[in-house]
């Protein structure tokens, strides 16, 4: 399901997404009070629900392309509930009504991290790798103020937190930021026979990644979906900028043929695998995008969901 059509998107801009917007599937719902020491249930069946709340990397931040469409920072909200990263404008996509308690964060970069957007969204519980919990909690108890900080929880590598019925399992990036120490996370999503790999920010996919997903050697159970950033452009593989700590639309290609084949990625029959995270300036307008992406890449755009 698309709730925000590809015209709006390419006519864009926040006032006709905004006007878009549905209202929350779960904003009624009671939330989880059992959590974080794992005492919550991963749904046995249903889908997952992944609503983009933002696809860009960071030079969005210089406004609309040529093109007058936008991209806010990466994000996505899971099943209407949970979160992995956040930033000020990635609020103008969720859903009207809808209040995540949880946030995943892969890292620190601010195109990612901001304490202040969640806070502003009250949001209860935050997830970061182990390696820089530290420093989120000072991040997140400065940002706070007088107001109450949420609870900044650690998470290991290979070390499943469940959060509104879904497995959140952090695996090691190939990204790294300033901050001494810091580990960088992409995250595997359980969820009844669903199993997505959320891939931003990384060059490929780490082996180490694999071993903590628990597919080293094979897989007993692959990923059925796959998000992951193209940070570079179509014809941008080789910019050197980038290709150390970010992929390319080709990489991504290549990672999921090399998955598929080795059997640790099992799509639905026609599933694309959604590419996010893109640059401004090396990607053309939506329509260019749909023909110029290599199979089976899809671009995601902001404000689309996807049910897997
Ligand atoms: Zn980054």
Sequence with gaps: MISV?????????????????????????????????????????????????????????????????????????????????????NREMLPEGCRPEAVFYTHSHRDHFDPEAAL??????????????????????????????PEVNGVAFGAPVVEGGVAFTALPANHSTRKKGERCALYMLDKGATRLLYATDTCGI??????????????????????MEATAGPGHADDHRFFFSHSSAELVARTARALAASGRYRPAAARPVWITHMLRAQYGSMRELDSSL????KAAFDGMEIEI
């Design 5 to 89: 059509s590809r015209r709006d998107f390419i006519l864009g801009g926040a006032a006709l997404a905004l006007a878009a917007r549905p209202r929350c599937a779960f904003a009624s719902t009671p939330s989880p009070t059992e959590n974080a020491g794992g005492s919550e249930a991963v749904a046995a069946s249903g889908a997952l629900k992944v609503r983009f709340l933002g696809t860009g990397a960071l030079d969005w931040e210089k406004g609309p392309n040529k093109h007058g469409e936008t991209r806010r920072f990466a994000s996505v909200l899971i099943d209407g509930r949970t979160l992995i990263d956040f930033t000020p404008r």
């Design 120 to 149: 502003a969204l009250g949001v209860k519980r935050v997830y970061c790798h182990e390696s820089w919990v530290k420093t989120a909690r000072k991040l997140f108890a400065a940002a706070a103020g007088e107001r109450p900080a």
């Design 206 to 227: 780490p082996r180490d990644a694999l071993k903590y997903a628990g597919m080293e050697r094979d897989a007993e159970r692959p990923f059925t979906a796959i998000i």
């Design 294 to 297: 290599p199979a089976p890449l």
